[in-house]
Structures are given as structure tokens and as C-alpha cells.
């Protein structure tokens, strides 16, 4: 974990635990085409992306260690829910991040195999501490959400959700669900996460 952020900055807006969320409709037509084209299904596709778009801004990846000491991961991993259709329950599962989609898309599809039906909450262990919590509703959609990990309010890694898609004429749209801590992430940040999101859907033909 490489340390290195302004303090007296983040002492200000730490104290005050200020938490923000933004849930935004995404139009996921051109990704959703490109999908069914590889025969893909919608939520790894949703991880990798989310995990991309953290990845890519040091803002996203900001964090206490376990030893208490505030600084950056050089990337963060995906740690995400599946759904046990026979006893309605999640589990919590996590799995290394692939440079490449399709590398990616096997190794998630060999964890979901293996875990999936445990009956344990978080059956992959040990958890990294790089993770990042990411989940998705598809029973609903949503106009807003908020999913608070309290850990005595210094959980800084974003949070992400997505919803059930819909159709709306010939358009498919996603609403996504994007929380962060105010003492590491702002607007700005939150802003281009939605914009990076919507650009990988639109660009999906070019890394499926």
C-alpha cells in the first residue's frame, strides 16, 4: 500500500463524516448488443468496468491499511455478491482482476461455480483488504440507493450497486448507484465515474 495524502485536507471533512451518494440512469443499449453478440451476461460485465473505472483514479483507491495508516492501493479488487436462487441469499465473493475481459469473465465464472450455494456469507477467504463492495438489485430498479458500511466511519473505498435495467423505446438503461466518502471524493469524482461508466458502455465493442 503506497501512503502518500494531504492530511490537514482530509482531518477537516473526516471529522465531520460526510458521506455522499449519486444514482444515475446509464443507457447501456450499445452494451447490451455487444453482449448478447459474445454471448456475455450484463453483471461481470458490470464488475469489471466498476473495477476499471476505480482503478483508474487514485481518489477511488484511498484507504486506511491494517495497520491504521492512511494511504493508496496501487489497484483495488472486486468483491461482489452472488444469489443463491434455492435458499434466496447472497454471498459475498471476490475475484483478481484480469487485464482483459474474457480473462477476466472465465475466472469469475470459476469462483461463482465454486461458491455459489455454500451457505456461507463470505465463503472465499482470505478477503484482501483491497476490495471494493460492489452488488446489483436486478429485481429492481431504483432512483435512488444508499448502503452504508459504517466501520467507524472511516470506510473510504466507494460503493457501487446497480438495479434492475429497463427498456424505455429502443433503449436499454441501467441506473447505477455510486457512494463515496466526502474526505476522499467529491463531485468531481463521483462525475467522472458516471461519465467513464457510460464511455465504457458506449466503447464496449472495443474490450469484449
Excluded at 12 to 26: G, L, R, V
Excluded at 55 to 66: A, Y
Excluded at 112 to 132: A, C, R, W
Excluded at 136 to 148: D, K, Q, R, V
Aim: aromatic share 16%.
Amino acid at each position: 500500500m503506497k501512503i502518500g495524502f494531504e492530511k490537514s485536507t482530509l482531518n477537516t471533512i473526516y471529522n465531520n463524516k460526510q458521506h455522499s451518494d449519486i444514482t444515475n440512469e446509464m443507457n447501456i443499449t450499445v452494451l447490451m448488443e455487444n453482449l448478447k453478440k459474445q454471448n456475455y451476461k450484463l453483471y461481470p460485465a458490470f464488475i469489471f468496468m466498476v473495477t476499471k473505472i476505480v482503478n483508474s483514479l487514485r481518489e477511488f483507491r484511498t484507504s486506511f491499511n491494517e495497520e491504521g495508516n492512511l494511504g493508496y492501493w496501487s489497484e483495488v479488487l472486486p468483491s461482489y455478491t452472488i444469489f443463491d436462487k434455492k435458499t434466496s441469499t447472497f454471498s459475498s465473493i471476490w475475484s483478481p482482476n484480469g487485464s482483459r475481459f474474457s480473462e477476466f469473465h472465465s475466472q469469475y465464472e470459476k469462483d461463482v461455480e465454486e461458491y455459489n450455494g455454500t451457505g456461507s456469507l463470505f465463503p472465499k477467504t482470505p478477503i484482501p483488504d483491497n476490495h471494493i463492495p460492489i452488488s446489483m438489485i436486478p429485481w429492481s430498479s431504483f432512483t435512488a440507493f444508499n448502503l452504508n458500511i459504517n466501520n467507524g466511519g472511516d470506510f473510504f473505498l466507494p460503493i457501487i450497486t446497480g438495479g434492475k435495467y429497463s427498456q424505455i423505446k429502443d433503449e436499454w438503461f441501467l441506473p447505477v448507484s455510486l457512494q463515496i466518502h466526502h474526505a476522499v471524493c467529491d463531485g468531481y469524482h463521483a462525475s467522472v465515474f458516471m461519465n467513464d461508466f457510460q464511455r465504457f458502455a458506449d466503447e464496449s465493442a472495443d474490450w469484449l
